[in-house]
């Protein structure tokens, strides 16, 4: 066991501003963001429709490269790099759950999952491509196409397809939007459940203040600024 | 890469790459089609140019050539041959035909050889040697007419001949193929006792040579100060020339017409690409979250797309293969000798079309995916736009290079695209007229109607295109048609009922009285006889026409070769001074071939007549009924000037039917005199443009396919809003009936004003093709305005539905659902 002292930095954020140009000008979506997510974290970030959280995690992973100050991930500035070199670090430490599943329609279950780690270069993808299926409870539906799985199972195996590639980092854009709620319980129940024993660090944007309570800190967007919420640490006050 | 093939084995299925495949193979199959068959015409043609002149060089000559020529190259150690080719009857049992007949020495042909059959249209084989005295050769076409077969006998004039072998192939004739009158070969011994050749008969004298270079070139130089206008030297070099213009100008007009299914080809494939890339966007920014870099995903979709373009590639060439065998099937009958097999290097030109197509209108399309911001997955509106405009200009700027590259130039495509715009201009602002008073005239959507044709209006540009694209395809199928079934029919029709329908010629005048007699007997009308010399115009004003009209100068009709002449009293029927005084004592020249000429009046011609020169003065133009169908005459000259001139006669007859048979029967005892049968040209020439819009029509078939392509390809790209609409439908109370009979309306409204559009178009064009090449009243085709609306009612209904089918099948619960 690592001390306390030896945590990494897993993401760093400094003075982060994003500005669009829009027909009727300009418009700053992020103002002046300063963040610092440690290794191990799981990070809620909530707030308004429009507030700008979904920009922030796009910008976090990397999707997009925002206008003002520095965001690194393990060190590693995302400003100065290309979308080439973006892509490439995505694929080392970052994993993706979406609210809408984006399953690949032309592949199965099983060949969904392996994907992360095909890209990655991975000859063992098949392998654990089945054992994740295995975990969220899918190795009976690995030849189903995601037009022939429910929300819930869509869900699974994009949650198993965002662990195939071991990240570091994992981003989850509203993961239960889309769903009941009790496939939303069972996704919440894995993604924590995968996530603690990977080690994985979680950064999550949710409208769920149920799922925000079990993260180890929340964060509220409001206008384009970002505050540490005050119910941090208090985990789970409905069960 | 396990990866990438995986992936595009999946897509393999899915209806954009089913569509893009599809048109590929449309597009790569019709050049290399087109490419294949032009190719083993000039492969036949190479191969008969070897011996093309059937000797090494050859004099050509109006008149017969002087014996002193034919000593001189023998004192050269030259080898000799003569030939004398002329049209004349050959009559067998109770037939006749009109024949194109050459009588040869022995030795003939010093070069190539012949090829010759026992057995009817059979393929040939090689002989060196010329028919012996008393026998003749005959193709099989002029043997199936006269119903004669080897061992039997026929009549050339007034020498019995005996049918020894089926002629293929005659190395020295000038084409083999395409021709009108079928051919005979005969020994030039037997050429006196037919009697057929008597002053002013139309006749081509060869001497042919053969030998060393240097004596070949001494009697050049010998014969060049000898040589009179109407004789020539000719090297096989300027005939093959001239055959590689034809073959070079009709694979051009022919990659031309096959460029509308390619271009189709290459829009049907941007659309297919666009659907394929608005699916695959969300994809491909799913794939760049889970850190594929821009390079890899090139890397994939181009390897998709290369492995796509093998497929169609492969598929494309049998296709066009096929094809090609079937254009050639289709004209065996014209081609007199069996064509060569293709040569496989030619495919390149399918294969590059493919390639061009791919990029210009593929790739451009491809890399908004590429492009394709990782942020979209999470906000939509981060998605790369790109103008559809200009990916469309990079595919026409493609289509306009692979033009440049079929016809080797960039004249003949600038005309096309600027004709081409002009024609969618015309077209678009029809089509909006029709589609706005369409939408004008209902209004609400309570019955299918007003929404099929509301629908029409709100996708107006997609559908404006449909519109030109299906008017194109359908005007060319109706002048297809048109040309194929009217135009000699009403052509014919427009003639007098009693017009002349048989020709005689090489009559001599003391034939004159008994053939009258003739017809007197049988009760035919005839026109009256007019004296038929021949005459070559050899200066304008003093000036010679050879330095007038240098050799790379085109000459004008009436100075391009020998031509007849007559002289008469009075103006003949169909004929009317337009200027000057026909009595005066000068020339009457046409008044189309003078104006051609630059020729006015008081202007001063010397014709050459049989060695004489006339020099006199143009003192009338005449305007000239050509389809009077009486002998009509480019220049009359004064009596005074034919008088001394050994001539011969023609008149033309009205043979009913009932008459023909008796009246061929008497004409048998004059065989020297040629009957031009005008039923039988006629059909002949209806025959050869049966075959060969036969052949075009196969090109239409694949212009066709592409059009159908490019409607599914769009219809398939405006489903989804098609579905939500359908489905809207049925959410608000409407029953599912409803919505098929507004698809319905809508894709046969398209159809109704494409085919009525393509009639006004084919008519016009027909109307242009009447009254300009036929010289003839214009009429009315109301076949046509039948024919088109109806096809294109048709067709279009047919694929539209096909293609939205699955809007029928829509659930309301499709909306709820948003799938």
Redesign the interface.
Known sequence: MESQTAIEVAIEVKNLTHTVSSKTGDLTILKGIDLEIKEGESVAIVGASGSGK??L??LL?G??INTEGDIALYGHSLTTLN??KR??????Y?G?I?QSF?L????DAL?NV???A???GDKMARQKALQLLEKVGLSHRLTHYPRQLSGGEQQRVAIA?AFA?EPKILFA?EPTGNLDEENGQVIIKLLFELNQSEGTTLVMVTHDNHLAAQCDRQLVMSSGRLQESTQNNCKDPLR | M??AW??MR??MR?SDVVTLLVALVISIGTVTAISLFIDRLRLSFEQESASLLAADRVVRSDQVIPPSWLQQAESLKLSVAERASFSTMIFAKNKLQLSQVSAVTNGYPLKGHFLVDSTLFGQGVKSNESPKPGFIWISSRLASLLGVTIGQTVEVGDKTLTVSKYLVLDPGASSSAFSISPRAIMNKADLAATNVIIPGSRVRYSLLVAGEANALSALQTWLAPKLTEGQRWITPKQRGERIGETINRAESFLLLAGTLAVVLSGVAMALASSRYVKRHL??VA???????????LSRLFLLQLLFLFVIGALLGLAFGWIVQNMIAALLSSLVTTALPEPEFWKMWLGVATGLISLVTFCLPLMRRLIRI???S???PS?RVEQRSVILYLIGFAGMYGLMCLYTQGVMLPTVMMVAMAGIGLVVSLLGWVMFRFGRSVTSGATSGWQIGLAALYRRLVPNLFQLLVFTLIIMLGLVLVGIKTSLIADWQKQLPADAPNHYLFNVQANQIAPISQVARTLKITSSSWYPMVRGRITEVNGEQVSKLYPDDKPEPELFERAMNLTWADQVGEGNKVVAGDFSANGLSVEEKVAKEAGLKLGDKLTINIGGVFHTLPITSLRFVDWSSMRPNFYVIVPKSVLNDSPANYVSSYFVKPSQAQAFYQAMSQFPTVSILNVGDILRQIQSIIAQLSQAVQLVLVCILAAGGLVLLASVRSTLEERMEEGALLRVLGARGALVRQALIIEFACLGLFAGCIAAMGAEASLYGVQVYVFNAEPSWHPMLWLLGPSAGVLLITTVGVFASRTVLKVPPMHLLRGI
């Open positions: 979904s920009t995690l796009g992973a999707l997009d979308e080439e892509a490439l670090l995505r694929g080392q970052v993706f979406f984006h690949l329609p032309s592949l060949e392996m994907l992360p095909e890209l990655k397809r590639s854009d | 396990s990866f995986r992936f999946k897509e899915s969300m994809q799913v794939l760049k979250t889970l850190g594929a870099t821009p390079k890899a911001s990782p942020l997955v999470l906000q981060a």
